[in-house]
Antibody
Framework: QLEESGGGVVQPGTSLRLSCAASGFVFSAYAMHWVRQAPGKGPEWVALIWHDGTNDQYGESVKGRFTISRDNSKNTLYLEMRGLRAEDSALYYC???????????????WGQGTLVTVSS | MQMTQSPSTLSASVGDRVTITCRASQIFGDFLAWYQQKPGKAPKLLIYKASTLESGVPSRFSGSASGTEFTLTISSLQPDDFAIYYCQHYNYYWTFGQGTRVEV
């Protein structure tokens, strides 16, 4: 239902754009998140965008460098990453935010991830 | 918001009752989820709203909350349950615990 793409090996200071193609649900009805996980480490929340794209939030470590966006006509979520650093190297997951009866916030499901390696 | 998860590693056997704890740095209600992650796979949602079992998750998994302390319990550990478990606070802040590895 969620398929990430766009990862790769890049040099420090460069940019990269990740994509997440969604299927099997009404994409425009759900907030979406990016979460990353460095090898051998726990997940780290990266960013959130509301269902209609009118609001977003970022983790402190990426604020000002990463931009989350979405195209509801294409059922696709994006993450534009600029000024990449070695510590940004991780598997990047997109995830759909759960909502039940007005309660929301948990992440389900997650994609399989796309690997970003920042190295000179 | 900080989430402190314990223990970091737990050694157990099939049939054991297993308890994992996640302590929040401040009170925030029941905005807590638990995930299971197996090698090479994405995290899988087990519980949300501290104690609501996700559809399809076996009933041996349960969650509870008391103030700033949240608990994931596996009533009778099964072979498929050996994995890493993460707690996550959500709702304005999204913060993960450090993880608990459940091993043989």
């Amino acid at each position: 239902q969620l398929e990430e793409s766009g990862g790769g090996v890049v040099q420090p200071g460069t940019s990269l754009r990740l994509s997440c193609a969604a299927s099997g649900f009404v994409f425009s009805a759900y907030a979406m998140h990016w979460v990353r996980q460095a090898p051998g480490k726990g997940p780290e929340w990266v960013a959130l965008i509301w269902h209609d794209g009118t609001n977003d939030q970022y983790g402190e470590s990426v604020k000002g460098r990463f931009t989350i966006s979405r195209d509801n006509s294409k059922n696709t979520l994006y993450l534009e990453m600029r000024g990449l650093r070695a510590e940004d190297s991780a598997l990047y997951y997109c995830a759909k935010e759960g909502i039940v009866g007005g309660e929301r916030g948990w992440l389900d499901p997650w994609g399989q991830g796309t690997l970003v390696t920042v190295s000179s | 918001m900080q989430m402190t998860q314990s223990p970091s590693t737990l050694s157990a056997s099939v049939g054991d009752r297993v308890t994992i704890t996640c302590r929040a740095s401040q009170i925030f209600g029941d905005f807590l989820a638990w995930y299971q992650q197996k090698p090479g796979k994405a995290p899988k949602l087990l519980i949300y709203k501290a104690s609501t079992l996700e559809s399809g998750v076996p009933s041996r998994f349960s969650g509870s909350a008391s103030g700033t302390e949240f608990t994931l319990t596996i009533s009778s550990l099964q072979p498929d349950d050996f994995a890493i478990y993460y707690c996550q606070h959500y709702n304005y802040y999204w913060t993960f615990g450090q993880g608990t590895r459940v091993e043989v």
